[in-house]
């Protein structure tokens, strides 16, 4: 029989337990203890957000802007980073991505748009780091770049641990 217990988590690039990796582009939290070492799970990411200021005269809409992560993920991406001479698929680390629709009525001027996620996804992790890292992401010209912007980024997840009694 196989019994879950959810339990979500809800993480976003700002507060006092969020260190960041990179300036205003790479972020990591620390998976809260009783989280940790509780073996294998599914994850659906059931929000997120990114939120981005726009600028007079300049293009922001992206063939794609969403979340990396470190989670474990089952699955693949054929898209690999910018630079990286990698001609097979990659583990995939794409969290979820956002819809530009917003962005797209503001892009070009001076404005703060927020961009909800497009589509919840649920995924099989073997288990779940100690530390989550996350960061915004673009993809220009087919290729997967990191997107630096000072604005918040939130996402909620709902984990369902398996065979847990």
């Known amino acids: 029989m196989c019994n879950k217990k959810s339990t979500y988590l809800r993480i976003s690039n700002t507060g006092s337990a969020v260190d960041t990796l990179v300036a205003n582009q790479k972020f990591s939290v620390n998976l809260p203890a009783n989280l940790r070492s509780r073996g294998e799970c599914y994850i659906t990411v059931i929000e997120g957000s990114v939120v981005i200021t726009t600028a007079a005269g300049v293009s922001f809409v992206k063939d794609e802007i969403g979340v990396l992560s470190n989670i474990p993920m089952l699955g693949f991406n054929t898209e690999t980073p910018a630079g990286s001479n990698n001609f097979m698929s990659e583990n995939n680390k794409v ?13 070009g001027t001076d404005n703060k748009t927020i961009n909800q996620m497009l589509n919840q996804r649920t995924f099989y992790c073997a288990g779940l780091p100690e530390r989550i890292e996350f960061e915004r992401y673009l993809v220009s010209a087919g290729t997967i770049q990191p997107f630096v912007k000072d604005n918040y980024l939130s996402f909620t997840l709902q984990i369902e641990f398996i065979d847990e009694q």
Do not use: I, K, P
């Open 95 to 107: 969290l979820f991505t956002v819809n530009q629709d917003s962005l797209t009525g503001h892009d």
